[in-house]
């Protein structure tokens, strides 16, 4: 049972558009949101990370959107570059240290 | 700063035999989590130590026991390997946990890859 859902499975993006995941979640216990960048062959690298108390964080060209009452959050990659192509995830913990990963996005910048 | 470190990166296996991996988290960090990836499954949580006690286990049989040492390293132990536990096995450190309190940051080491044969 895969408690955070997301979506797009893969996204192709020109170099500069936009890259938007979606991530959907029931638990509402959860309340730390990270997301994690993974290039092949290494392991996750954590990007940005929420809390519920915030409906929107930004750092660089990354920033999480947070809709509360809808129970979604959202990653938007601002003027994708070719270096930004990588596998995407989405994640959810209730203070226990242990993090509920999504299925993961992959994301191919096209230069 | 170092960052987390795993060994070894590759290994391989028969069926029915067992693995030790091992984890050595950021200087300073105290808490470790283990996770498997598979394409299948993704990224699933295994187990979480601090101060040498496991805290929380994921959904995994017996067969996938870990420890912690007095400083901080972590192994975890897989006995009578099955095909399906074929993975990329990550260990993550956090700095400060708190129990109750959100998750501190997770830094993952690179993995290791099992492959079981």
Not at chain 2, 43 to 63: H, I
Request: charged share 15%; glycine share 10%.
């Amino acid at each position: 049972q895969q408690q955070v859902k997301q979506s797009p499975q893969s996204l192709i993006v020109q170099k500069g558009g936009i890259s938007i995941i979606n991530c959907a979640y029931e638990n509402t216990a959860f309340d730390y949101f990270p997301w994690y960048q993974q290039f092949p062959g290494k392991g996750p690298a954590l990007l940005i990370a929420i809390r519920p108390d915030v409906s929107e964080k930004k750092e660089g060209r990354f920033t999480i959107s947070f809709n509360k009452s809808a129970k979604q959050f959202s990653l938007h990659i601002m003027d994708s570059q070719p270096g930004d192509s990588a596998t995407y995830f989405c994640a959810a913990s209730r203070g226990d240290y242990k993090l509920s990963f999504g299925a993961g996005t992959t994301v191919t910048v096209r230069a | 700063k170092a960052g987390v470190t795993q060994t070894p990166r590759y290994l391989i296996k028969t069926r029915g035999q067992q693995v030790t991996l091992s984890c050595s988290p950021i200087s300073g960090h105290r808490s470790v989590s283990w996770y498997q990836q598979t394409p299948g499954q993704g990224l699933q949580f295994l187990f979480e130590y601090f101060s040498e006690t496991q805290r929380n286990k994921g959904n995994f049989p017996g067969r996938f026991s870990g420890r912690q040492f007095s400083n901080s390293r972590s192994e975890m132990n897989v006995s009578t390997l099955e095909l399906g536990d074929s993975a990329l096995y990550l260990c993550a450190s956090s700095l400060y946990p708190i129990p109750g309190q959100s998750t501190d940051t997770q830094y993952f080491g690179p993995g290791t890859r099992l492959t079981v044969l």
